[in-house]
Nanobody, 123 residues
Framework: QVQLVESGGGLVQAGGSLRLSCAAS??????MGWFRQAPGKEREFVAAERWRFGSTFSADSVKDRFTISRDHGTNTVYLQMNSLKPEDTAVYYC??????????????????WGQGTQVTVVS
């Protein structure tokens, strides 16, 4: 019943843009987040949004370039990625939390995860 399905990944030239989508169903979410994982690296926090209130925050590395948003009508969370860099290349994961946490940068704060969508940025 719980389902998080990411889409929108692909290959893009450096400086380009992509918008990732995550259709999140089956729970009443407290918060939604985006994480990414590059080969050989730990899964890292990208951005999060409190579902009910809309407050957002992002990792410093993407703060000026990425924007998280939500659409309650379609139960969808988005990650708009602009000015993409090769170092943004990773599998991007949508995550959902059903409990309140004051800090959502830790992946352990999330209960559910999508399968991920690949983002590749080339020079």
């Amino acid at each position: 019943q719980v389902q998080l399905v990411e889409s929108g990944g692909g290959l893009v030239q450096a400086g380009g843009s992509l918008r990732l989508s995550c259709a999140a169903s089956g729970r009443t979410w407290e918060s939604m987040g985006w994480f990414r994982q590059a080969p050989g690296k730990e899964r890292e926090f990208v951005a999060a949004e409190r579902w009910r209130f809309g407050s957002t925050f992002s990792a410093d590395s993407v703060k000026d370039r990425f924007t998280i948003s939500r659409d309650h009508g379609t139960n969808t969370v988005y990650l708009q990625m602009n000015s993409l860099k090769p170092e943004d290349t990773a599998v991007y994961y949508c995550a959902g939390s059903t409990h309140y946490y004051s800090d959502l940068r830790d992946r352990a704060d999330y209960d559910y995860w999508g399968q991920g969508t690949q983002v590749t940025v080339v020079s």
